[in-house]
């Protein structure tokens, strides 16, 4: 089992920037790739940004490239999405997730099969 805890959501204006944290503890060693997606209400969860477990690959939305970055830092088993320039349509729960195995296409939600609890992220105008 892997287990994933969100964290770094809240209020910011629009332009703001915050920073999600997102640490993995269990079975870590079987993790391939992480990614975060959101939700809106009344929306699909959608993709946003996804990472290898080695950091070397990473793959962003269009509508969030040049705005947001994922990251990650090995030795605290934490993947980071910094979210800058941030716009009222960024307000979302914001999901980490946690594939074990290799998958075609890191965007799609069947390619991860651990997730989280969700942190909240609202951006006024």
């Known amino acids: 089992q892997v287990q994933l805890v969100e964290s770094g959501g809240g209020l910011v204006q629009a332009g703001g920037s915050l920073r999600l944290s997102c640490a993995a503890s269990?079975?870590?060693?079987?993790?391939?790739?992480m990614g975060w997606f959101r939700q809106a209400p009344g929306k699909e969860r959608e993709f946003v940004a996804g990472?290898?477990?080695?950091?070397?690959?990473?793959r962003h939305a269009d509508s969030v490239k040049g705005r947001f970055t994922i990251s990650r830092d090995n030795a605290k088993n934490t993947v980071y999405l910094q979210l800058n320039s941030l716009k009222p349509e960024d307000t979302a729960v914001y999901y980490c997730?946690?594939?074990?195995?290799?998958?075609?296409?890191?965007?799609?939600?069947?390619?991860?099969?651990?997730w989280g609890q969700g942190t909240q992220v609202t951006v006024s105008s």
């Open positions: 997730a946690a594939g074990v195995a290799y998958y075609s296409d890191y965007s799609e939600r069947a390619a991860y099969d651990y």
């Open positions: 269990g079975r870590t060693f079987r993790i391939y790739a």
């Open positions: 990472i290898s477990w080695s950091g070397v690959n990473t």
